[in-house]
């Protein structure tokens, strides 16, 4: 399904996290949301996922999403949230894949496409190993794998990743990403991720939006978004962006300029 944000803010108390927000992600899409520490990138996925105040609209397929009920925006909306999941811990990978799906409902009372779901979440993000043992059980990385297959597992229309490889090796980080394209190409889901590494943003995501003080300051494809000159100019950072193999794009920081970047 397509997501459409259009003059969204979001407000955190009295404070303007958000302001003027308007971009819409197409269903098999990703979206980077990208910015400066404190630009406002976690606000924005939290209004999206109905967790701080908004003004202005979203709309899923055109549908306003802040009209549904909390019960039901949740049911369309995947979240994974910044750090590392705080998951239960008593429980195990396999039955918290199974309480995602049914709210309350353990193994020996799934439908028998609840275990399947399951089992295949478990192949697809390559969690097998995992399935018997508890959150306890699990480094950090880990557990970011798994609070994704607990979002994917409930097949969202919108998917909100809010920095999902920060635990993640080099390798994981790569298996991350390439899984959430493609299930996001093939769920036909919107999905929206906040990405600090730009070399991952333009790697992965169809389009960027980069936020300054809570406003967007550039959208669009990463190659036309992440210049030299506006990566300067954002993030106070003196960049050479090189051409690679296959197209991609390599942004390399050289310096702060002018003791401009915190
Ligand atoms: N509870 C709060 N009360 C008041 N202001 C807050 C609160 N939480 C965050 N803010 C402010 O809202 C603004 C946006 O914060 P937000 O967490 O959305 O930024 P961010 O872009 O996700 O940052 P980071 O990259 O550091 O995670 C910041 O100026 C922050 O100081």
Known sequence: MSLSLEDLGVRIGRHRAVRGVSCAVAAGECLAVLGRNGAGKTSLVRGVAGLLPVTGAIRLDGQDLTALGPAERSRRIGYVAQGVAQLSAQLTVFDLLLLAQNGGQFAWAAPRESLHRAEAMLDLLGLQPLA?????????????????????????????????????????????????????????????????????????????????????????????VLTEERLARVYGVDCRILAMEGGHRAIYPLARLGGTAA
């Open 132 to 224: 018997r043992r508890t959150p306890a059980e699990m480094s950090g990385g880990q557990r970011q794998m798994v609070a994704l297959a607990l979002a994917l597992v409930r097949r969202p229309a919108v998917l909100l990743l809010d920095e999902p490889t920060s635990a993640l090796d080099l390798a994981n980080q790569l298996h991350l990403l390439e899984l959430v394209r493609t299930h996001t190409r093939r769920a036909g889901m919107a999905t929206v991720m906040v990405l600090h590494d730009l070399n991952l943003a333009s790697r992965y995501a169809d389009s960027v939006l980069m936020l300054e003080d809570g406003a967007p300051v550039h959208a669009g494809p990463a190659a036309e």
